[in-house]
């Protein structure tokens, strides 16, 4: 248990479907972050928030959108996504936006039909 | 960022130290080593950070030579848990918000 939860654990969506993943922390860390990891691939950052504020869109495609209501709390939300976007997400939280030392949540394992 | 090479995989038995080098030829004079552990379905966690020479906290020790141009991580006395992919990440955290995975190396313990 690291002090960052994620929901759900699994998710199986269609393309047309719209669905919005879960992370939270509990860790009073002011910075949260997306991760995408796909099979046989490394962890790709996708966004970065720094007191809810968004720092960094690695070029992340529209279909995602990112929200960050309070320090501890994310959501990815999803819609219109492509078969090749099945993966496992993960949340990740740090005391400050600039530290390497982060504590990432189990994952969502995403599953796109 | 600096960028780095791991071996793909070892093996090694319980009780066995076990030494992963990564090589980052061209780190920078701001850049910090930091070390992850991710085992299957499950998100990354931080091991260990260093800078230059020696740190070692519960789970493992960091070595650096005085040129940083490559680091090692040791864990002492595996067990079979500690089968994992182990990861090392070079980068200014002063400068930077990315922390760049690469393909890491895959451990495996056996009995």
């Known amino acids: 248990e690291t002090g960052v939860t994620q929901t759900p654990r699994h998710l199986v969506m269609g393309m047309t479907n719209k669905k919005s993943l879960k992370c939270e922390q509990h860790?009073?860390?002011?910075?949260m972050y997306w991760y995408k990891q796909s099979a046989k691939k490394p962890l790709e950052l996708m966004f970065v928030?720094?007191?809810?504020?968004?720092?960094e869109n690695n070029s992340v495609p529209s279909r995602f959108s990112p929200e960050c209501p309070n320090s501890s709390h994310l959501f990815l939300h999803l819609h219109t996504l492509q078969p090749e976007d099945s993966a496992l997400y993960l949340c990740?939280?740090?005391?400050?936006?600039?530290?390497?030392?982060?504590?990432f949540g189990p994952g969502t394992r995403l599953t796109v039909l | 960022l600096a960028k780095t090479t791991q071996p793909i995989s070892m093996d090694s038995y319980e009780g066995q130290e076990v030494n992963i080098t990564c090589s980052h030829n061209?780190?920078?004079?701001?850049?910090?080593i930091t070390w992850y552990q991710q085992f299957p379905s499950q998100g990354p966690r931080f091991i260990i950070q260093?800078?230059?020479t020696k740190v070692t906290n519960e789970v493992a020790s960091l070595f650096i030579p005085a040129d940083r141009k490559s680091s090692t991580l040791s864990l002492p006395r595996v067990s079979l848990s500690d089968t994992a992919v182990y990861y090392c990440?070079?980068?200014?955290?002063?400068?930077?918000?990315?922390?760049?995975f690469g393909a890491g190396t895959t451990v495996t313990v056996r009995a």
């Open positions: 061209n780190i920078a004079t701001n850049d910090y």
């Open positions: 990440l070079v980068g200014d955290p002063n400068n930077d918000y990315k922390l760049s």
């Open positions: 860790l009073g860390h002011n910075a």
């Open positions: 928030y720094s007191l809810e504020e968004r720092v």
């Open positions: 990740a939280s740090s005391p400050t936006p600039r530290d390497f030392r982060q504590f």
């Open positions: 260093g800078y230059k």
